[in-house]
């Protein structure tokens, strides 16, 4: 896919380094390295030789360095304009490349949404409310959904409408889930938003007769991937996506099913497994029709 010289989305907030374990003092892990290393008695000795150091030492010095390990309250990371997406270079390719994604979004489902072309679940479909992309790293607080760190991964908060994203996450991809490419990383974003989409239609709130909450769960975001590939079909032109950038994304709603992610019990699953999450998606790339995504419209979640 081609991002030169589209539109980059304004609905964009760079939430900065969270602490997310990085500062605020001394790690507790590297205090166990250091016993490991040097025994517990050993550490008493080092840590009298640091402390007759650090009464000597100019106050200025002093004070600093004490700014330092304590983090005036906060880690270093997190000081105040500390840029995500200037981080690095490849944080900034993401920010950038987010950006562009999450525009694309807006185009295809502002349309949808004044189409009417969505499925219809009695709630109110006006004129389409763009969701905003926070990136961040370590840790984020949400305006309604609590905290959440890294590990959790990109989600939705329908609380204040926002995706949040750590941009290390599309290196996680690559690196552990073997999904790389780049519309690999644009499905997730699409995803996300197909999130935001059910809360704006109502189906994000359903829950059928005789479901489990975890059966709910699966149709919620099977609705999602096939939403993300509504979007994909009708950005295929616009952003030159190929064959070879579907079959990225087929490969990485493969690697995030349930059963790839070492799930075994279907009872357990609460986004479906990798055969349904690809196929979802692809039912929503091939088609365009938000409202062939009607998960909510199968009888059996068993039939999903």
Request: glycine share 12%; aromatic share 8%; net charge neutral.
């Given at each position: ?303 999903l």
């Amino acid at each position: 896919m081609r991002i030169e010289d589209h539109r980059r989305s304004d609905n964009f907030e760079d939430r900065g380094t969270g602490r997310g374990g990085r500062g605020g003092g001394l790690p507790i892990q590297a205090l166990v390295s250091i016993v490991r290393l040097l025994g517990f008695k050993g550490t008493l000795i080092a840590g009298a030789v640091c402390a007759i150091a650090f009464v000597l030492m100019p106050a200025g010095l002093r004070q600093a360095l004490l700014g330092t390990l304590t983090g005036g309250g906060r880690g270093a990371a997190s000081a105040p304009g500390a840029s995500v997406c200037a981080a690095s270079p490849a944080n900034g390719a993401a920010c950038d490349f987010s950006r562009v994604v999450l525009a694309s979004t807006e185009d295809v489902w502002a349309g949808k949404f004044q189409a009417r072309e969505l499925p219809d679940y009695g709630a109110a479909r006006n004129a389409y409310q763009a969701p905003t992309l926070v990136v961040f790293a370590n840790s984020v607080s949400t305006g309604g959904c609590g905290g959440a760190t890294s590990d959790v991964g990109p989600f939705y908060c329908p609380a204040d409408q926002k995706l949040y994203i750590d941009p290390s996450f599309y290196d996680l991809m690559e690196r552990r889930l073997r999904a790389p490419g780049d519309f690999a990383q644009a499905y997730v974003i699409a995803h996300e938003v197909g999130h935001h989409v059910q809360h704006l239609i109502g189906s994000g709130r359903r829950k059928p007769e005789g479901d489990t909450s975890n059966q709910a769960s699966v149709r919620v975001e099977l609705q999602a991937d096939c939403l993300a590939g509504v979007w994909g079909h009708r950005s295929r032109a616009t952003l030159q996506i190929t064959d070879e950038d579907l079959r990225e994304a087929l490969t990485a709603a493969h690697a995030i099913g349930d059963d790839s992610l070492g799930h075994s019990d279907e009872r357990k699953f609460t986004h479906g497994s990798s055969e349904q999450r690809a196929r979802w998606f692809r039912r929503g790339f091939d088609s365009g029709d938000a409202r062939q995504c009607d998960t909510f419209a199968v009888r059996s979640a068993s039939d999903l």
